[in-house]
Every structure is written in structure tokens, then in C-alpha cells.
């Protein structure tokens, strides 16, 4: 919340993505059923995709307007979806291309077409690696030999990284050695949520994000077990992801919740609470056991990303028709008269986060209020009943440091997409 902490050009990046694509898929896509932790076997035999294009998942995608995606290279099962040398539970060992096959190669160069950012997630923690808690040594031996596999250079330039701390409870893992490996295999890389992390999760996995919203925060105040990060309460900059399910309630994909796929008018609410609140949204699709994204999950991310188009895709205003009239107060005045239901407002956070709390107002004295709103960050989207208005006031009533706007746009969220 002061000017000494600021973000990084990559954190920026990141909160520029705003919108990403989850992708469980994987043994368990195919042993349905199956539960975090379990124990259940399940056998590499089982990873058989019959039309298998990740091609798809990334046109997808892009529909959706996302800029990024994270896959599962391993989860908490321990299956690799490369041939990894680790470990004999893996594509290798699945008839799938006769072993020939590699998720992870596939992924990568299907999504870069689309100019989408990769990221992998990888749980540390499996339930067929328990013999690795009684050494932590070679816990983390195998954790930096495996993800080495993946960051060594065979898959070029990986965006992120998404660590899973469940299961590793307990285990003080040696981040100096693991993370400084990591960074200097990949001097871009952005990390989520463990060691030295770039971004955090927001602490719930239901797409919301509370408010306010500061992106700088203590170390130790990111949710989840501290321990699971490197020792210090120093302040950082910390962009927040919001990660959830499409479906109600799994992960992976199931042939029976189907229907449980969210309506759009649920996921335009996550999208004003995650987004409209400054965060990133992380949205989960399992691909089934062809190996696509089913038509139900597909069909409605891509009516989801039309929605947000055609509510926000067309600003009435924008920062160049509003003055600055006072140092916290920006007017807008135009001939004639607009009908605005909705305002975007972003700080130009390369130089940091300082709005605690803001109005939107109409001019009439001594001010009525239309809009009152706490943090800003990266993005507000501000809603409120439709009004027909040729003036209109921003005004920051609490900040901590000189504000700096990067946007600010009105909208009326019935007008047609062009």
C-alpha cells in the first residue's frame, strides 16, 4: 500500500490476463469415482483419450476471452502427463500412442498458437510418494528432479507454475535450494502460492473475492499454512487468483454432474467478484475421457465470454471525456444525454495501489451518491440501476498515495455487441 512495494512487469502481466482457463485432466479423468487422497489404485493403463486435441481446449479458450490456462501436469495421484524418468506412473507406461504420447508437449504448443500464456500446476504431495515425508531430503530431491523435467527447457518458456500445498502438511521444504533451481531454469517464471510466490490464492475456491483487495500484503497473511512459504513478514506484492469449478463440484471430469455445469448468470456474478474485484479468475474445466472439453462446459464458457463482451466491449465514456478538476476528482460533461449502468475503473498500479475508498456521484449539490466502493486495484466494476445522465463525477475520497488512473470507462450493459 505504499510506493515501495510495487509490482513487477510480470505481475503486471499477470494481472492484465484476468481471465484463465483450469484444466484437470489426467488418470483420474479416467477411474471415475475416485477422491483426493483416496489411496485407490489406479493403473496407467486406464489413460486411454480416444480423440485427444488439446487444440480445442485452447480455441475454447480464446472464445472465452481467457488469456491463460493452467493443465495438471501431475495432481495428488502422482500420474505425470509427460514421460517423466521419475517415476513408471506416467504417459510412458499407458497405452495411450503406445506411450509415445506427451499431455504436456501437446498442451504447450496448442495453446501458444492461440497467444495464451501456459502455466502448469504440480502437486508436490502425492499418495503413491509417502516414503519421501520419512526423508525430507529426498523429498525434495524428487520434487526439484521432476519439475526440472518440466522447467529444464524441453517445454521453452513457462509462464507460471501452480504448487498445490494439500498433502504436504508437515514437511519444511528447503525453498531457498527449490525455488532459486526453479528461477534460474526459468527466469520469467511466475509462482503461485508456495516458496517464493509471485501471486496467492484468494482463500476460497469459489471464485469470490472478499473486500477490500490489496494486492501488498505481509508474507505470512497469504492464505493457507505459512509454513508452505519462505519465513518473513516482509510486505509484498501479491496479485490475488480467484480458482473454481465450472461444474459443482469436481475437479475432474465425471459422467454424472453434467448438470451441475453453472448457469451464466452465476458465472457473470463470480466475474463481477473476482475481476470486479480486482483479482484474477481461474475457471476449472475437467476434459473428458475423449479428451476434449465437453460440449455443456465449452458451449457455456464461450456464451460466458460473448456475455462479458457484449456488456463491457463498448464504452460510452472512456478517461479522455472526463476532467480532472480537483486532485482526487475526475468529471465527466457531454452534450446531450447517455444511459450508464456500470463504471470500470482501474489504477495504474506500476506505480502502486493507494484508493481505500471512492464515490460515483451525480453533481447535483451537495453530491448524490450513485456508487460507493472501497479498493480499486487493478480493476472495479462498479454496478448500479441505469440512469440517463450528461454529467457524472469520480471522486476518491481515501487514498494512501498520489492516484493514478490507467482507465476509466462508463457503460450500458444492454447495448448490443457490434
Not at 33 to 58: E, V
Not at 171 to 177: A, C, L, S
Not at 412 to 418: A, C, E, F, T, V
Request: net charge negative.
Amino acid at each position: 500500500m505504499t510506493d515501495s512495494v510495487l509490482p513487477t512487469p510480470r505481475q503486471l502481466e499477470f494481472h492484465n490476463w484476468e481471465l484463465g482457463l483450469f484444466l484437470h485432466f489426467g488418470v483420474r479423468t479416467f477411474n471415475e469415482g475416485h477422491l483426493d487422497w483416496d489411496d485407490k489404485p489406479m493403473s496407467a493403463d486406464s489413460f486411454m483419450p480416444t480423440q485427444f486435441d488439446p487444440r480445442q481446449w485452447a480455441a475454447v479458450a480464446r472464445q472465452a476471452g481467457m488469456k491463460y490456462a493452467v493443465l495438471t501436469a501431475k495432481h495428488h495421484d502422482g500420474f505425470a502427463n509427460w514421460p517423466s524418468k521419475c517415476t513408471e506412473f506416467s504417459v510412458a507406461s499407458s497405452p495411450w500412442k503406445n506411450g509415445r504420447g506427451d499431455v504436456i508437449a501437446e498442451y504447450m504448443e496448442a495453446f501458444r498458437a492461440e497467444g495464451l500464456a501456459v502455466g502448469l500446476y504440480y502437486s508436490p504431495a502425492q499418495w503413491t510418494g509417502g516414503k519421501f515425508k520419512a526423508d525430507p531430503k529426498a523429498y525434495d530431491d524428487f520434487f526439484l528432479k521432476q519439475v526440472s523435467e518440466l522447467m529444464g527447457g524441453q517445454y521453452g518458456q513457462i509462464d507460471l507454475v501452480w504448487f498445490d500445498g494439500c498433502g504436504s502438511d508437515g514437511h519444511q521444504y528447503d525453498w531457498p535450494r527449490l525455488i532459486g533451481e526453479m528461477r534460474r531454469m526459468q527466469p520469467n517464471l511466475l509462482i503461485f502460492n508456495m516458496g517464493d510466490p509471485d501471486m496467492r490464492w484468494i482463500g476460497n475456491e469459489e471464485g469470490f473475492a472478499p473486500l477490500p483487495v490489496w494486492n501488498t500484503l505481509n508474507l505470512q497473511d497469504v492464505p493457507g499454512d505459512p509454513t508452505m512459504r519462505l519465513a518473513g513478514n516482509e510486505l509484498r506484492y501479491l496479485p490475488a487468483e480467484c480458482d473454481c469449478r465450472l461444474r459443482g463440484y469436481n475437479w475432474f471430469y465425471s459422467d454424472k454432474d453434467e448438470h451441475t455445469v453453472k448457469p451464466l448468470d452465476v458465472l457473470m456474478g463470480m466475474y463481477y467478484c473476482s475481476v470486479g474485484r480486482g483479482c484474477n479468475l481461474l475457471i476449472n474445466v475437467g476434459p473428458d475421457r475423449r479428451g476434449l472439453l465437453p460440449d455443456a462446459d465449452a458451449n457455456r464458457l464461450i456464451e460466458f465470454g460473448a456475455e462479458v463482451r457484449r456488456r463491457f466491449g463498448t464504452p460510452v465514456a472512456t478517461l479522455k471525456d472526463f476532467e480532472q478538476t480537483e486532485p482526487n476528482v475526475w468529471s465527466f460533461k457531454i452534450n446531450g444525454l447517455v444511459d450508464v449502468d456500470h463504471a470500470i475503473i482501474q489504477e495504474d498500479l506500476a506505480h502502486g495501489q493507494h484508493v481505500k475508498r471512492f464515490r460515483i456521484e451525480f453533481p447535483v449539490p451537495p453530491g448524490i451518491p450513485l456508487y460507493e466502493g472501497q479498493t480499486i486495484g487493478h480493476k472495479a466494476i462498479c454496478q448500479f440501476p441505469l440512469v440517463r445522465r450528461n454529467k457524472m463525477i469520480f471522486r476518491v475520497l481515501e487514498a494512501d498515495g498520489p492516484v493514478r488512473l490507467r482507465s476509466l470507462e462508463l457503460h450500458d450493459s444492454r447495448m448490443k455487441q457490434l
